[in-house]
């Protein structure tokens, strides 16, 4: 089994910044790990993904240029740096972590409880 926990959510001005962070522990394999969404009334969406190896980033077209997301294997964590945010921005994020990664929530197999990311215009 592994274990997923997100950090780092909180309340942000409009074109503040804010980190979050995920921390994996538990069964060692590589896994890929993805961020994703869900503000009230909407769907959970995809934000972003990254590879094992982190030579491989994918994002969605709404945070493109805004958000970074990087892992560190050592610590077996991954972060989403999170730039210029926008009110639409608020939902509470999730990570997510498995074998095959991507951009469709299915392909996760671990996923934390989430945490709020409140952006204030």
């Known amino acids: 089994q592994v274990h997923v926990v997100e950090s780092g959510g909180g309340l942000v001005q409009a074109e503040g910044s804010a980190r979050l962070s995920c921390a994996a522990s538990?069964?060692?394999?590589?896994?890929?790990m993805g961020w994703f969404r869900q503000a009230p009334g909407k769907e959970r969406e995809f934000v972003a993904a990254?590879?094992?190896?982190?030579?491989?980033?994918l994002y969605a077209d709404s945070v493109k240029g805004r958000f970074t997301i990087s892992k560190d294997n050592g610590k077996n964590s991954m972060y989403l740096q999170m730039n210029s945010l926008k009110p639409e921005d608020t939902a509470v994020y999730h990570c997510?972590?498995?074998?095959?990664?991507?951009?469709?929530?299915?392909?996760?197999?671990?996923w934390g409880q989430g945490t709020q990311v409140t952006v204030s215009s």
């Open positions: 990254i590879s094992w190896k982190g030579d491989r980033t």
């Open positions: 997510a972590a498995g074998v095959s990664g991507g951009m469709l929530d299915l392909s996760y197999d671990y």
């Open positions: 538990g069964r060692e394999e590589h896994f890929a």
